[in-house]
């Protein structure tokens, strides 16, 4: 799948995702894809499982931001805020692809925290949630 394809379908995908289209959401994966949450140690096996997994989620997302999707051939990573109950979660999604599918995705998501004022004179402040 071209390059801009790809870029089509993941868009429709995190659209889907933000709108709670579960149906759309998991239109892009093959039906023997594995996606990996690395920081709690899981992996789901199938697009139905993983499907059924998050529309089970008790915390569904009040909010949902790309802030940056970049790929190139069959590798593509997203960059994106997921708004739980009044938290963001940072979160990053690496995506492989086979024959137009993502066959393989990993998450990883992080809380926010304070940046330390020891370093200030060396930073500069980026606007997030």
């Given at each position: 799948m071209?390059h801009?394809?790809?870029?089509e379908?993941?868009?429709a995908h995190?659209q889907?995702?933000?709108a709670?289209?579960?149906?759309?959401e998991?239109?892009i994966y093959?039906?023997?894809?594995?996606?990996?949450y690395?920081?709690?140690?899981?992996r789901?096996?199938?697009?139905k499982?993983?499907?059924?997994?998050?529309?089970h989620?008790?915390?569904?997302?009040?909010?949902?931001e790309?802030r940056?999707?970049?790929?190139?051939?069959?590798?593509w990573?997203?960059?994106?805020?997921i708004?739980y109950?009044g938290?963001?979660?940072?979160?990053?999604?690496?995506m492989?692809?086979?024959?137009?599918?993502?066959?393989?995705?990993?998450?990883?998501?992080?809380?926010?925290?304070?940046?330390?004022?020891?370093r200030?004179?060396?930073?500069?402040?980026?606007?997030?949630?």
């Open positions: 071209q801009a394809n790809l870029r379908a993941l868009n995190w889907a995702s933000a709670g289209d579960l149906e759309a998991h239109d093959a039906d023997d894809a594995i996606c990996d690395p920081q709690s140690g899981e789901i096996l199938g697009r499982n993983l499907q059924a997994l998050r529309g989620h008790p915390g569904k997302p009040s909010g949902f790309v940056r999707m970049q790929g190139e051939g069959n590798l990573v997203t960059e994106y805020i708004a109950q938290r963001s979660a940072f979160t990053v999604s690496i492989e692809f086979r024959d137009g599918k993502v066959v393989h995705e990993t998450q990883y998501f992080s809380d926010p925290f304070e940046a330390p004022a020891w200030s004179q060396w930073v500069q402040k980026i606007t997030t949630r």
